[in-house]
C-alpha cells in the first residue's frame, strides 16, 4: 500500500542542552510537520512514502527536500515556489520547566502562500491508495485550505482511502470564519476513513451538545457512518499516556504508560505511524493500539519530530520492557 502526505513542512531550530534562546549562540535545525512525521515512521518500517508540499525555491526549500529523502520519504510530489518557510524554535523543557514554543512567519510559508499546479496534485493522488490529511492546513491559510479540500475531492472521487488529523487550530488563522471552518471540517469527515482525534475535537464539532463522551461518539459515528475507527491518545498527568481506537460499539485501549521525556514534539505522530502501520499490515486491534502506544511511548525519548526507532526495536522493547541494554 502506497501512501501520500499533504501538509507543510516545517524547519525547526532547537538551542542544545535544554537552554533557552537567549543562552545559546548554536542551533539544532531539522524539518518536521504532521504528515511528514507520519511517513518517517512508516517509511522505515517498509511503507512506500510520498510528501505533497510546497518548499521555497532557495537553499532552505532544497535543504528540506534533502531532508525528506533522507527520512526514506519520496520527493516525486515536491513543489518549489516562493521565498519562505514556516518556523519554529523549540525550547524543551526540562524538570518542572515546561517546553516552549515560538513561532516565525508562518502565514507567509510557501505553502501557504503558493498554490501548487492542478496536475500535480490530482496526479500524486492518483499514484497511491491512502492519503492522510491534517487539519491544521484548514486554519494556516485560504490557500492551504483550498488545497486540502481539493485533495479531499480528489481522492473521494478516485475511491481513495482517506485519514484525517483532526489538529482543530482555529486560533491560527483569525481571517477564517469559525463556522466556515467547521463545515470544512465536517466536508472532509464526511469523506474520511479513518480519523486521528479524541473526545475535545468532538466537543468543537458538536458545541452546543453537553454530552458524555460516549454520547459524543454515538453522534459522531451516527453523523459520518463511513468512518471505520476514531483514533488517538489520552493523557493522565503529564507522564502517563495511553492509546485508543473508537469503532462504533467498541473501545480498544492500551495500557496505561508512564513517560520519560526528552522531546515530547512529535510522539503523537509516531502513534498515528504505529495505527497506520498495524491497518496496513492488517495486525488486530488490540495488537495495533499495543504497538503504537509503545512507539509514542519510545519517542518521547528521541530528540526531534520524526519517529527514528523501527518496528523490529519497539517490539523488542515491548518483549522486554525493562531492559537497560541490547545486545
Known sequence: ??????????????????????????????????????LSGLSRNGIQTSLLTNLPDNSVGKAAGAFIRKLGVKDDWLNYSGQ????????????????????????????CQNELPNKLVEEAVLAHDMIHICGIALSTSKVSRKLILEVVETAHLNQKKIVFDFNFRPSLNEEIDYQQLLEDYRFILSHAHFVFG????LINLYPQEKLSEKELLQLFFNEFKQIEWLSGTSRKEDNLLSGFVYLPNE???????????????????????GVLLGYMREWPLQETVNFAIAAAELAHTTFGDSPLLDEHFIRKYMSQPKTSVFR
Do not use: C, W
Open 1 to 38: 500500500m502506497k501512501i501520500l502526505a499533504v501538509g507543510e513542512v516545517m524547519m525547526r531550530l532547537t538551542p542544545p542542552n535544554y537552554k533557552l534562546i537567549e543562552q545559546t549562540d548554536t542551533l539544532d535545525l531539522s524539518f518536521s510537520g504532521t504528515g511528514l512525521n507520519i
Open 84 to 111: 519562505h518557510i514556516g518556523t519554529y524554535f523549540l525550547e524543551l523543557g526540562f524538570g518542572n520547566r515546561p517546553s516552549n514554543v515560538t513561532y516565525l512567519n508562518r502565514s507567509t510559508s510557501s505553502f
Open 198 to 201: 479524541n473526545a475535545r475535537d
Open 251 to 273: 473501545k480498544i485501549e492500551s495500557d496505561l504508560k508512564e513517560l520519560a521525556t526528552y522531546d515530547r514534539i512529535g510522539t503523537g505522530d509516531a502513534y498515528a505511524a
